[in-house]
């Protein structure tokens, strides 16, 4: 298995990894965006978003997804925003791979944190990043607007 940086050809892959991992989420019909959508977005000349891929036998198993981000107490900061191992290929150590090598990038790029969101009743994940280190914020809630949101609150 080889962790590498994604290409426009893997894109479609990418995708894939992601609508399994919105049925997994148990929001299998969440995901709006295409390949394409990744490609413009991602391998621009101000790509959004970074993707490292973990490939066993030419085949992509899985992905880590992020992109920087600033804090104005600490600086430049990761955020991890899908880590995805496809369901059959797990317990592989490709998950602890791109996990790795997320942790590896942000030391070498002098990140202060790396940060990502877990569901609470995803224990296993969060059993596994306690055990590497991480801290799991528990007094911290998410706060999102939707596009219906934005469109109703700017009328």
């Not at 991890?80 to 317990?91: A, M, P, Q, T």
């Not at 609470?120 to 994940?125: F, G, H, L, R, Y």
């Amino acid at each position: 298995m080889i962790i590498r940086k994604a290409a426009k050809k893997d894109m479609s892959a990418v995708l894939d990894l992601i609508k399994e991992l919105a049925r997994f989420q148990k929001e299998p019909n969440a995901v709006l965006i295409s390949a394409e959508d990744l490609i413009r977005e991602g391998f621009s000349d101000k790509p959004l978003f970074q993707c490292l891929v973990a490939e066993a036998d030419d085949e992509i198993i899985g992905i880590a997804l992020y992109y920087y981000n600033f804090s104005t107490w600490i600086g430049k900061t990761i955020h991890l925003e899908d880590l995805i191992v496809r369901e059959d290929k797990r317990g592989t150590g490709a998950g602890l791979g791109l996990y790795s090598e997320i942790i590896r990038l942000a030391e070498s790029e002098n990140v202060k944190r790396v940060e990502w969101l877990v569901f609470d009743w995803n224990v296993s994940a969060i059993d596994f990043y306690k055990k590497t280190g991480a801290k799991v914020k528990d007094n911290l809630v998410v706060v999102q607007m939707d596009h219906h949101g934005i469109t109703e609150f700017t009328k």
